[in-house]
């Protein structure tokens, strides 16, 4: 069963950049492509991109101007860059996996990126 | 851009059977998947492809999908499914979640 854990700053002033890592452990890199998910506090789940291990990704289209996402697969590693931040950037974000099926199987616990001055 | 459409919040009573709709345009031609979250915690897959049931999924949670509108159910429900669920679909490359149910067990 595949593990996931994000690391990375959790506090980002207005208008810097925001990176996030997700590490991967118990099962091969090759059987998933992968997501990022985010949750603002009180609200709903909000899809950011998804990464194949080749490196062609997909973005949402609200996002697609801010967004870079990238894999490591040496490293068992998937990053999330998101720039030109503001406050509502703030949120919870989750590193996902995805199955072939199209659906989000395993979510890691989530971290705080917190957008403030 | 696609929208899904979930009811803010449905309530059951213990033993009952709880249902909570999601519509999207032509739904029903797309995969539809449920998550449920608890306070705190991740999401949780309960119904992928429309019905079907990850390892783990108790056998009371059911999905069906057609024309707009696809349905979790949940039979014989229990406290602990006292929980926000969120219905997903695929539409263009781009993953789309339905605003969220609140299901209260009462």
């Known amino acids: 069963q595949v593990q996931l854990q994000e690391s990375g700053p959790g506090l980002v002033k207005p208008s810097e950049t925001l990176s996030l890592t997700c590490t991967v452990s118990g099962d091969s890199m090759g059987n998933y492509y992968w997501s990022w998910i985010r949750q603002p506090a009180g609200k709903g789940l909000e899809w950011i991109g998804r990464?194949?291990?080749?490196?062609?990704?997909n973005y949402n289209p609200s996002l697609k101007s801010r967004v870079t996402m990238s894999v490591d697969t040496s490293k068992n590693q998937i990053s999330l860059i998101l720039s030109s931040v503001t406050a509502a950037d703030t949120a919870v974000y989750y590193c996902?996996?995805?199955?072939?099926?199209?659906?989000?199987?395993?979510w890691g616990q989530g971290i705080l990126g917190t957008v403030s001055s | 851009s696609y929208e899904l459409t979930q009811p803010p919040s449905v309530s059951v009573s213990p033993g009952q059977t709880a249902s909570i709709t999601c519509s999207g345009d032509n739904l029903g031609g797309k995969y539809a998947c449920w998550y449920q979250q608890k306070p705190g915690q991740s999401p949780v897959l309960v119904i992928y492809q429309d019905t079907k049931r990850p390892s783990g999924i108790p056998e009371r949670f059911s999905g069906s999908n057609s024309g707009n509108t696809a349905t979790l159910t949940i039979s014989g429900t229990q406290a602990m499914d006292d929980a926000d669920y969120y219905c997903?679909?695929?539409?263009?490359?781009?993953?789309?979640f339905g605003g969220g149910t609140k299901l209260t067990v009462l």
């Open positions: 990464i194949y291990n080749t490196g062609s990704t």
């Open positions: 997903q679909a695929w539409d263009s490359s781009t993953a789309v």
């Open positions: 996902v996996s995805l199955s072939s099926t199209g659906s989000f199987d395993y």
